[in-house]
């Protein structure tokens, strides 16, 4: 069965910091696809990232960088000088990539981050 | 739409109500999922519509949960005789339907059963 784990369940730091939100995940299949979504007070999930499991080059975009390793099933996501706008709650999430399924996804339990000024 | 639509925002409903959840995919998407978040957890599957088919429905946990979208762009989520641990925020999602097609969540409707 596929399962994502995010260890830490909330995390504070102060505005200009640098995280990093952890998420391992477990699959059998050898073809899936690996996300990031962003949860607002507001509710709706964000979509940030999307990485399939034969690309494991890195991804940088703006102040968010993601670091996938196969070898240790994890999909890591770093927020470089932290703003206070970026606290929410973020999921990683997996998907097998088959038709049959439509892209369902297993989510982790998520993260809080908080991020003080 | 520009986004997924969900309505109501908030419901309450007395244990052994019946209740109907409704979402407005993003037109032209192919794919509607409905997800079930439980306060402080990750959202879980619930079922899968691919225009009208029913495909997927694995997630539902009881009988009482059924779901509809017949034409297939707006679907209908409804529980009947309500109970207690029905309470959660129930989300939508909608996708074009291609593999690995990221999803587009509704801000969801949050359902307390008193």
């Known amino acids: 069965a596929q399962k994502v784990t995010q260890a830490q369940t909330e995390i504070s730091v102060v505005e200009k910091e640098d995280v990093t939100l952890d998420c391992v995940y477990e699959t059998r299949d050898t073809t899936y696809y690996l996300f990031w979504y962003k949860q607002p007070p507001s509710g709706e999930l964000v979509f940030l990232i999307r990485?399939?499991?034969?690309?494991?080059q890195n991804e940088i975009s703006g102040r968010y960088s993601w670091n996938f390793q196969k070898s240790t099933s994890s999909f890591n996501f770093t927020i470089t000088a932290s703003q206070v706008v970026d606290s929410a709650v973020y999921f990683c999430a997996l998907s097998d990539a088959t038709m049959e399924y439509g892209n369902k996804l297993v989510f982790g339990a998520g993260t809080i981050l908080r991020v003080k000024s | 739409g520009a986004g997924v639509s969900q309505s109501p925002r908030y419901k309450v409903a007395k244990r052994g109500q019946d209740v109907a959840l409704r979402c407005d995919p993003i037109s032209g998407h192919v794919s509607l999922f409905w997800y079930q978040q439980a306060l402080g957890q990750g959202p879980e599957f619930l079922t899968y519509f691919q225009n009208e088919a029913q495909l997927d429905k694995s997630g539902l946990p009881s009988d009482r949960f059924f779901a509809e979208r017949p034409e297939g762009s707006v679907s209908t989520l409804k529980i009947q005789r309500t109970q207690q641990e029905d309470s959660a925020v129930y989300l939508c999602?909608?996708?074009?339907?291609?593999?690995?097609?990221?999803?587009?969540f509704g801000s969801g409707t949050q359902l307390s059963v008193l």
């Open positions: 990485r399939n499991s034969f690309d494991e």
């Open positions: 999602a909608s996708s074009r339907g291609g593999w690995g097609e990221k999803l587009f």
